[in-house]
């Protein structure tokens, strides 16, 4: 089934590249497509990241794209997203009490002797949250205040443990990371989107998203990902949302930042790639990249230059 | 503590089942069909069990009850409205650059608008719950070949 798909889809494709003017005859069966059908990811080990290959399958060129005086640069926005829900507001959490009991006073009876097996478990804990619940009810149906005193009587001490041994035990929201501030951690904030900055040995706007040039024969997404690699190791599961760029910033370059001499760049423009980690961690080189830091859109404010933060946040979640 | 499926009225659906001449729905009736008369107590439960009494609010607490229900309206609209204002933010910036990138490389913006053909939805993608897992984060160390 999978393989008449891939079949019908190699046609159109083959159909398509004959009417794209190529500048650059690619040859038709080395395009092969790449089969990203679950099955297919299922024996997938090695992390393998969704940048497209396309354009650099033949031709490759460590050569710096530069279009009229401006360096292209590709940066990444990797964002490690929320992994719990976030917390209630004191309005909300109020409000949802409210209507529990609301619902509680009004719904209709409900006959525990023929939901509850006489004398078993269930029935028990039962009893149990019911005697709770009318203790806590500020204003407790009348039937609910006359069983409770009844229903108290009836537990016994064993009762008592048996409900306490069925407990769950949930994991803590704050976690370890959130406590000790580690900004390198990804465990903290777990309620809130996390953005990778990373510190570049220079004092001046040494914070910034990772980034760098566009090679000659590469898209955007190959390179933001190239340099992902380059700068923080490819201890990483990533994946791009795409291949549009997400948002732009453009400057001027400083004259001692001249990296090709003879066509000499005076500007540089910036594409932000957005993508997602799933899973493993940031491992400096040392020799772009000196520092990082997992910062929300908030505290990125602290790390990040004034300019640089009013131009990008936009981008960024504010949850 | 009384039993709260004291039969009132015939419902319609009792009237139905009576007219089809099923057995063991006269008053007070039960059925040897099944030889169980659970069946009735369940027929009694889903048919015959009392509906939810009115809600009865005095003027001041229908005026709290109201008042509570247009603040949640109001304050959950606004959530949204700050959810919708800031995808409207990023869909400007997303615009601005696809511009931008276009004015810049053709090449490029041509590679940036063609979409991938086979792309999945990638599985990591985590559901969020109300507490974390056990293990909240995969380090991942060197292990890999």
Same mark, same amino acid.
């Given at each position: ?82 992994? +719990? ?6 309005? $909300? ?8 009991? &609301? @619902? %509680?006073?009004? !719904? ?6 023929f939901y509850f097996k006489k004398g078993s478990v269930a029935e028990r804990r039962w009893k149990q949250q019911e005697a709770e619940r009318s203790g806590n009810a500020t204003s407790a149906s009348s039937r609910g205040k006359e069983a409770s005193s009844q229903m108290e009587d009836e537990l016994s001490e064993e009762d008592r443990v048996a409900a306490l041994?069925?407990? +769950? ?6 976690? $370890? ?8 951690? &990804? @465990? %903290?904030?777990? !309620? ?33 990902g190239r340099e992902l690699q380059e700068e923080c190791g490819s201890n990483m599961d990533l994946w791009f949302v795409g291949r549009v760029p997400i948002g732009h910033y453009n400057y001027k370059l400083p004259n001692a930042v001249k990296t090709d001499s003879t066509s000499a760049p005076t500007g540089a423009k910036v594409f932000f790639m957005k993508a ?44 | ?145």
């Amino acid at each position: 089934m999978l393989s008449i798909i891939r079949r019908q889809g190699l046609r159109a494709t083959m159909g398509s590249l004959s009417q794209v003017a190529t500048r650059t005859a690619l040859p038709a069966p080395r395009l092969a497509m790449a089969a990203r059908s679950y099955a297919a990811a299922a024996n997938a080990s090695p992390i393998k990241s969704n940048i497209s290959t396309t354009s650099s399958s033949l031709v490759s060129s460590t050569k710096d794209l530069v279009i009229n005086g401006n360096r292209i640069i590709a940066g990444a926005v990797l964002s490690r997203q929320p992994l +719990i829900l976030r917390d209630l507001t004191p309005f $909300e959490q109020e409000y949802f009490t409210y209507q529990k009991n &609301l @619902e %509680r006073g009004n !719904a209709a009876p409900f006959g525990a002797e023929f939901y509850f097996k006489k004398g078993s478990v269930a029935e028990r804990r039962w009893k149990q949250q019911e005697a709770e619940r009318s203790g806590n009810a500020t204003s407790a149906s009348s039937r609910g205040k006359e069983a409770s005193s009844q229903m108290e009587d009836e537990l016994s001490e064993e009762d008592r443990v048996a409900a306490l041994e069925s407990k +769950i035990a949930f994991n803590d929201r704050v976690t $370890e990371a959130d406590r000790k501030n580690d900004v390198r951690s &990804l @465990e %903290r904030s777990l !309620a809130r989107t996390l953005y990778l900055i990373v510190k570049k040995p220079r004092d001046q706007h040494s914070w910034q998203f990772p980034q760098g040039g566009v090679h000659v024969c590469e898209n955007l997404q190959e390179a933001a990902g190239r340099e992902l690699q380059e700068e923080c190791g490819s201890n990483m599961d990533l994946w791009f949302v795409g291949r549009v760029p997400i948002g732009h910033y453009n400057y001027k370059l400083p004259n001692a930042v001249k990296t090709d001499s003879t066509s000499a760049p005076t500007g540089a423009k910036v594409f932000f790639m957005k993508a997602h980690i799933f899973s493993g961690q940031v491992k400096v080189d040392n020799k772009e990249i000196v520092d990082f830091a997992w910062v929300t859109k908030q505290e990125m404010k602290d790390y990040v230059a004034p300019e640089y933060y009013e131009a990008v946040k936009d981008m960024l979640s504010d949850f | 503590m009384s039993s709260p499926f004291i039969r009132s009225a015939v419902t319609a659906k009792t009237a139905l089942m009576r007219a089809a001449g099923r057995p063991g729905m006269k008053k007070g009736g039960s059925t040897s069909l099944n030889g169980d008369a659970r069946n009735d107590l369940i027929k009694k439960v889903l048919f015959d069990a009392p509906a939810r009494p009115p809600v009865r609010l005095s003027s001041e607490d229908m005026a709290r009850h109201e008042t509570i229900e247009r603040a949640w309206k109001l304050v959950r609209q606004q959530h949204k409205q700050e959810q919708a204002a800031g995808l409207a933010r990023k869909f400007e910036m997303m615009r601005k650059a696809n511009a931008e990138l276009e004015a810049t490389s053709p090449l490029l913006f041509k590679h940036s608008q063609t979409k991938e053909r086979n792309a999945v939805f990638p599985r990591q993608l985590r559901t969020l719950t109300d507490t974390p897992p056990k293990q909240i984060w995969n380090y991942r160390e060197a292990t890999k070949a």
